[in-house]
């Protein structure tokens, strides 16, 4: 089976762990535990008839004090910038974020998502910005990891353009 | 010079290097054999061009490729040797890998069997942790054994390929080969080392993960135990193979881990274990441990023998006394158990059971009393209970009890009552008894009298008669008397006629008095009789009257008396 490393990207806090258990085990917990280092799952997905194993690795969320090392980032087939639409501050974030990413992996098909839609009346992040941000280029979902919205959307599309982007194996031709 | 010559010489002017060639050209057709020169410039392609075309070649070839591979090994065999080893080095490695794990199977056996202290305690852990008794030995006698080894992409930490050794836990692959890689990459970030700086190896419990680099893969091995530092060689020779045989599939790594399903074998060579086999406790000691046990064992034997046969014939005993029924023996642990029915005139039991020779304490009884049938009990039990004089003699026939010699007339009525009552007795049969009545042997006492002659105290022949009756008729008094409770006084009376002196006369009669007492057996007599000897009154009614004859006498006095302690002392 194919298999692809994909990274989980953002700030702190915003629910990356959350959508890859959500994603994972279909669970999901209030409790906050922020992760330290990495944490791997792994999950399969079908695109096209053909089942892709995707590697999530769950990196810590990034803040003032926390910068993601490129070597986590390494061998990336694709990767996923989480937001929390509840704090406008995670936007940066992962702007930083996929400028490290742009630099390490180079363009490798990746995915953003704004977390927390299950609060939209409480979200920082307005339509405009969200406007600015799909004119860059990126593809800008929204999804709650609460209410399992948009999660399984999230890693089937990034898988999609991965297995997409990729040279068709030899095997096909 | 003629003009042939010339022609000639101008022929071969003009024409000789075609002549040559001429002559080659007949030469070859005269002589059509094949030039060796020629065929090798044609062989490799002839060959490929008849090998395409059908397998005749190969079929023709074979019996000389095959004969020329056997001469040559016949003549160095070392080449082939060197040529084979590297195929062959990993076959019978993985051999022996497969029969070292075989030995965990083995070592359960071994140990099913041997009674070591050891191997005891680790069935106890077995026992106690819930794990198999071969995982306990394994853990125990394990040195080490490399359980898993991943084969991993270097940039991605993707899983190449895994293999596991028989057994082992095999985790999520995929995720542990992330988090290996994601473990490599924090540790080197957090210690800010090179790129070429590696964790190589890192602990986790009972296991230690050994990490070898390659260039696009690396190797991790899951070792439980401490293994040697050569091992690590071992992985890097099946790294470098690796790289060797897969570098197009690691170069372009996109995902696809199929192709590395050919590195099976060389990641299997990497699955070493090695084992410290189980001491065997020392022919010696076990020797003189089984010694120990025979001895020990035949010890008891005998002592067991022995006691068993002493119980049997304890039994035997048992049975054949009088008085006596056994109706449970058997041996328990701590010695044997006895029950059964007494008679309690029978013999004491415990007294038999040290005479059998047998520990009274390791025998436990309990006796119900009972009234045995046995003649001789019987017997014994009428004699106690009817209070039999001794001048009567019991004897029992069937269930009849027969009373002989004499006794009171008192004594055989009471007997006649009671006998019937007596258990074992239904008939009491006593025509032999002669039955006297106290009156009557008073009487009869009384009525004697022994006479002297003048001056004498010397018992006549003619008196002999008189005397036996009254010493008869005394002891059957004292018996008659001993059943009733009561005593008697017996005084022996001496007197003399009115010849001689007055104190000659008191000392003769009281020297025939005691000649009397003498010849009676007084002092032989029974409990019953107080005996007194003494002198008659001159009152006395059968002296004081008549001839001088008359009153040279000893006569007796019975009288009864309520038994009182206090006459006893009157006894001579
Ligand atoms: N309301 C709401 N809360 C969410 C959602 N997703 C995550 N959370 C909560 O947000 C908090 C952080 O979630 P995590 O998934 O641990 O965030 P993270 O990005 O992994 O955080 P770090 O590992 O510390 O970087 C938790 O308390 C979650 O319960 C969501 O969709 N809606
Ligand atoms: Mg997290």
């Known amino acids: ?48 008839d053909r089942d892709v194993m995707l590697v999530l690795w769950d990196l810590y969320g990034e803040d003032e004090f926390q910068r993601v090392r490129d070597s986590y980032l390494r061998g990336s087939s694709g990767y996923i910038l989480v937001m929390d639409g509840t704090r406008r501050a995670t936007l940066d974030a992962a702007f930083a974020l996929q400028q490290t990413a742009l630099q390490t992996v180079g363009t490798v098909p990746f995915i953003s998502i704004i977390n927390k839609a299950d609060v939209r009346s409480e979200w920082e992040i307005d339509e405009r910005t969200i406007e600015q941000l799909r004119e860059r280029g990126w593809t800008v979902l929204f999804g709650s990891a609460k209410l399992g919205q948009g999660v399984e959307e999230l890693f089937v599309t990034l898988a999609t353009q991965i297995v997409h982007a990729a040279p068709i194996p030899r095997d096909c031709l | 010079m003629s003009v042939d010559e010339d022609w000639t010489q101008l022929r071969t002017l003009l024409l000789s290097p075609e002549q040559t060639q001429l002559d080659e050209l007949r030469d070859r057709l005269d002589n059509r054999a094949v030039q060796p020169r020629d065929v090798s410039r044609v062989l490799p392609e002839a060959f490929a061009v008849r090998g395409e075309r059908d397998p005749q070649l190969a079929t023709v070839l074979t019996p000389y490729v095959e004969n020329g591979f056997v001469a040559t090994i016949r003549k160095s065999p070392r080449a082939i040797v060197d040529a084979i080893a590297p195929i062959m080095g990993p076959a019978i490695r993985q051999a022996i890998a497969r029969a070292l794990q075989g030995m965990t199977q083995s070592f359960n056996h071994s140990l099913d069997e041997s009674l070591s202290v050891r191997g005891l305690r680790w069935r106890l852990e077995a026992w106690r942790t819930g794990r198999p008794f071969a995982e306990v030995v394994l853990l125990h006698t394990l040195r080490y054994r490399v359980e898993q080894v991943f084969l991993i992409h270097r940039e991605t930490g993707l899983l190449l390929h895994h293999v596991g050794a028989e057994g082992a836990v095999v985790q999520d692959q995929q995720v542990l080969s992330g988090m290996l890689t994601a473990i490599q990459s924090y540790v080197r970030d957090s210690f800010g080392a090179s790129p070429d700086q590696t964790l190589d190896h890192f602990r986790v419990g009972e296991w230690t993960v050994w990490i070898e680099q390659g260039s696009h893969a690396y190797l991790a091995g899951v070792v439980r135990g401490t293994p040697p530092e050569t091992l690590r060689e071992d992985f890097q020779a099946a790294l470098d193979d690796i790289h060797a045989q897969q570098p197009d599939a690691l170069t372009h790594f996109d995902g696809d881990a199929a192709p590395f399903k050919a590195t099976q074998t060389c990641l299997e060579n990497c699955l070493h274990a090695h084992y410290e086999p189980p001491p065997r406790p020392s022919a010696l000691k076990l020797w003189i441990l089984g010694g120990a046990m025979i001895l020990l064992l035949s010890w008891w034997g005998v002592m067991a023998y022995q006691t068993h046969a002493r119980w049997s014939n304890l039994l035997v005993e048992l049975g054949t006394e009088p008085g006596m029924v056994v109706t449970v023996a058997k041996s328990t642990l701590t010695g044997y158990h006895l029950e059964g029915l007494r008679d309690p005139l029978a013999k004491d039991p415990s007294a038999m059971v040290v005479e059998a020779g047998l520990e009274p304490s390791s025998i436990k009884a309990v006796w119900s009393p009972y009234y045995s049938l046995d003649p001789q009990l019987v017997e014994t039990r009428a004699h106690s209970m009817l209070h039999a004089p001794t001048t009567v003699k019991l004897s029992v026939e069937g269930d009849t009890l027969v009373a002989t010699g004499s006794a009171s007339t008192e004594w055989a009525r009471e007997t006649r009552r009671l006998a019937s009552l007596v258990p074992g007795i239904s008939i009491y049969r006593d025509e032999g008894l002669v039955t006297t009545s106290i009156p009557d042997l008073l009487e009869r006492i009384n009525r004697t009298v022994v006479r002297f002659r003048s001056g004498s105290s010397i018992v006549e022949p003619s008196e002999r008669a008189a005397l036996g009756a009254g010493s008869m008729a005394l002891r059957e008094l004292d018996q008659a008397v001993s059943q009733s409770g009561q005593r008697v006084r017996l005084e022996v009376l001496g007197s003399t006629d009115d010849t001689g002196s007055v104190t000659r006369n008191i000392q003769l009669s009281k020297e025939r008095a005691h000649v009397v007492l003498v010849a009676l057996g007084g002092d032989q007599l029974g409990e019953a009789t107080t005996v007194i000897a003494g002198l008659a009154q001159s009152t006395d009614q059968r002296g004081s009257t008549g001839e001088a004859r008359d009153r040279r006498i000893v006569t007796l006095r019975a009288t009864l008396t309520v038994a009182n302690r206090g006459n006893e002392a009157a006894r001579p």
């Open chain 1, 1 to 48: 089976m194919m298999q692809k490393k994909v990274c989980m990207l953002g700030g702190f806090a915003v629910g990356k762990t959350s959508l890859v258990r959500r994603f994972v085990s279909n669970v999901f917990s209030d409790h906050y535990h922020t992760t330290i280092g990495v944490t791997v799952e792994k999950k399969s997905v079908t695109v096209d």
